[in-house]
């Protein structure tokens, strides 16, 4: 048999041996603590004790309240409200404050699609302002740009972990008389300046699922310093049109409530999770400033800036990738280093944890491309006697546009216990990656 001339590449994704094959280990903050705090509940028998009526138990059971005082305690705000998810603790954050059809909220182009959905529940339009190149956060000017008469609120993320430009867009906000909701989802325990992700807005929300930095499965939080939208808040989550009569409260816009409440379980789990964020998050801190060092070191990747002032949790790592200077697209070069590594243990299904663009930009779903969200009619977009204009074609949001398609990936590997030493197979990676970069062009 005549013999191939071709040589054998090294590179996995064609047919090499790949850099590591044993999974990453699985990130499981869930221990002992908390197998003896859902023991304690259940011993107890009170598995939730909400009551959709004004009573003493409107408020929920001992281990809720319990939690939203440590956790009002742990982040330095007025009043902590427990939800059953970030999503449901942002519908009660748009509905307190007062949204309703014709309205209009500017959103994030690039984050998990909640934060920008969640206004059409109460018949607003999204506006999707553009975020910053370095940050990933909404852009200040961006913001200003959108703002119109309509203009109710403004959604900012704190993607990926990174704190909003707090003080330039609460100044935004001031001037135009607009309140501003915090998805800080991805970001419990970061700091901006001295003040905690999560408490720099009006309403800040917080989410506990299951790949968030500590969970309960699924759950949120609520935080505020106001007394006022505190209570709505609590309404909206606990059926507030069948309490607010007899607790005495007049003003009706938006008291429809939900049942977004969370369970004695989950609450108790929160409690033994709350202590230790500041553990877990200084051991990832510490992997993503090993990863930021060594990968930077490969010309045309370099590690994403932090804010002035700001701590960062990474939720994700974010980096930026060069394909002039690398000379293969990003999505090629990053597969290459996918097929080196393995997936990682629980998660076995999603694949390596490493990927370029994060999210398509939201305006280029098919709800806004459709404009078809709540009923066959288009509402809230053709509602009314002045339905929205608002256009959600491609080029709307040049830098989110950039860093989707060719200029961010994100990894997770960071995420304890993930040591050092497994890091450096994620390192060998990109290095074999890179010094192989040729066969990909």
């Not at 005549?2 to 040589?7: H, P």
């Not at 300046?193 to 309960?216: E, P, R, W």
């Not at 980096?319 to 990003?330: A, C, N, P, Q, S």
């Not at 961010?408 to 050092?420: D, N």
Request: aromatic share 10%.
């Amino acid at each position: 048999m005549k013999k191939s001339n071709q040589r054998r590449s090294e590179l996995a994704i064609f047919g090499g041996k790949p850099v590591r094959t044993m999974k990453f280990p699985a990130y499981r903050p869930i221990g002992e603590e908390e197998r003896l705090a859902v023991d304690r509940v259940m011993r107890s028998g009170i598995l939730s004790r909400y009551l959709g009526v004004w009573h003493e138990d409107f408020y929920g059971g001992p281990e809720v309240q319990a939690f939203e005082r440590e956790w009002a305690a742990y982040f330095g705000v007025r009043h902590a409200i427990a939800v059953n998810s970030c999503t449901s603790g942002l519908l009660c954050a748009v509905g307190a404050l007062a949204i309703g059809p014709g309205d209009e909220v500017i959103v994030s182009p690039f984050t998990m699609a909640a934060s920008a959905t969640v206004p059409l529940w109460y018949g607003a339009i999204p506006v999707f302002a553009d975020i910053e190149p370095e940050y990933f956060c909404l852009d200040p000017k961006s913001i200003e740009a959108c703002i119109t008469p309509r203009t109710k609120a403004i959604i900012v993320v704190d993607v990926f972990g990174q704190p909003y430009d707090a003080d330039a867009i609460n100044a935004i906000a001031k001037k135009h008389n607009i309140k501003v909701i915090e998805d800080c989802a991805q970001a419990p325990g970061a700091r901006y300046k001295k003040s905690f992700a999560g408490s720099l807005a009006d309403i800040g929300v917080y989410s506990l699922n299951y790949h968030k930095h500590i969970h309960t499965g699924e759950g949120g939080v609520i935080a505020t310093d106001d007394d006022t939208l505190a209570n709505k808040l609590r309404l909206i989550r606990n059926h507030a049109e069948a309490v607010v009569e007899d607790k005495g409260d007049t003003d009706l816009v938006n008291m429809v409530g939900f049942n977004f409440r969370l369970t004695e379980l989950q609450a108790a789990i929160g409690r033994e999770q709350l202590k230790k964020l500041s553990k877990l998050l200084s051991d990832r801190v510490a992997n993503c400033n090993y990863l930021a060092r060594e990968l930077s070191k490969i010309s045309g990747i370099r590690s994403a800036t932090v804010r002035p002032n700001t701590t960062h949790s990474y939720y994700v790592q974010p980096f930026l990738y060069d394909e002039k200077v690398i000379g293969v697209h990003r999505d090629k070069f990053i597969e290459s280093v996918r097929a080196e590594l393995p997936a990682t243990e629980l998660r076995e299904l999603e694949g390596t944890q490493i990927s370029g663009g994060f999210v398509k930009p939201l305006y280029l779903l098919p709800l806004f491309q459709k404009k078809i969200a709540i009923g066959k009619n288009g509402f809230p977009f053709t509602s009314g006697s002045n339905p929205s204009t608002q256009s959600y074609g491609k080029g709307l949001c040049p830098v989110t546009e950039r860093m989707y398609e060719k200029e961010l990936f994100i990894h997770e590997f960071m995420r304890p216990p993930v040591t050092h030493k497994d890091l450096e197979d994620v390192v060998e990676a990109f290095t074999k990656v890179y010094a192989h970069r040729d066969e990909l062009r």
